[in-house]
């Protein structure tokens, strides 16, 4: 196996870890939508991966790193989230760790939920998250 491919691997093993510890009715929110795509044949769990469609109908909007960058996929992203889902895990990739790229998806999160669990793998983020009580 090549260096690449062992890394690649160990970031699969590892990211998807967290399905050992999800319960029912905790949906597994993905960003980007691309990379929703394989989780389901990764492995397999007792919850919804969203979102389950238009995995390739996102390019970058703005200047890379920017705000406005995913701005249309993460407005997507964010209304595949089922309105009723009180914990939810949220999967994001090395795509968030560039400057402001996901600071709408980070607003987000912050306004409606509370972080009850993280873990950050190899180019991966995995959260649970606990909506608030308004």
Same mark, same amino acid.
């Given at each position: 196996?090549?260096?690449?491919?062992?890394?690649?691997?160990?970031?699969?093993?590892?990211?998807?870890?967290?399905?050992?510890?999800?319960?029912?009715?905790?949906?597994?929110?993905?960003?980007?939508?691309? !990379? #929703?795509?394989?989780?389901?044949?990764?492995?397999?769990?007792? +919850?919804?991966?969203?979102?389950? @469609? %238009?995995? *390739?109908?996102?390019?970058?909007?703005?200047?890379?790193?920017?705000?406005?960058?995913?701005?249309?996929?993460?407005?997507?992203?964010?209304?595949?989230?089922?309105?009723?889902?009180?914990?939810?895990?949220?999967?994001?990739?090395?795509?968030?760790?560039?400057? !402001? #790229?996901?600071?709408?998806?980070?607003?987000?999160?912050?306004? +409606?939920?509370?972080?009850?669990? @993280? %873990?950050? *793998?190899?180019?991966?983020?995995?959260?649970?998250?606990?909506?608030?009580?308004?």
């Amino acid at each position: 196996m090549t260096p690449a491919a062992d890394r690649k691997s160990r970031k699969v093993e590892n990211s998807l870890s967290f399905r050992k510890n999800e319960t029912p009715n905790q949906p597994i929110v993905v960003f980007t939508a691309f !990379d #929703a795509l394989a989780l389901p044949y990764d492995c397999q769990g007792i +919850n919804k991966i969203l979102p389950d @469609e %238009k995995f *390739f109908a996102f390019e970058r909007e703005a200047e890379k790193g920017s705000a406005d960058a995913w701005r249309s996929q993460t407005e997507f992203v964010i209304s595949e989230i089922p309105p009723g889902a009180e914990e939810i895990w949220l999967l994001t990739n090395e795509k968030c760790d560039v400057k !402001d #790229a996901c600071r709408p998806l980070e607003n987000f999160v912050r306004q +409606n939920y509370t972080i009850t669990q @993280e %873990k950050n *793998f190899y180019k991966e983020k995995v959260r649970l998250l606990r909506k608030k009580q308004k």
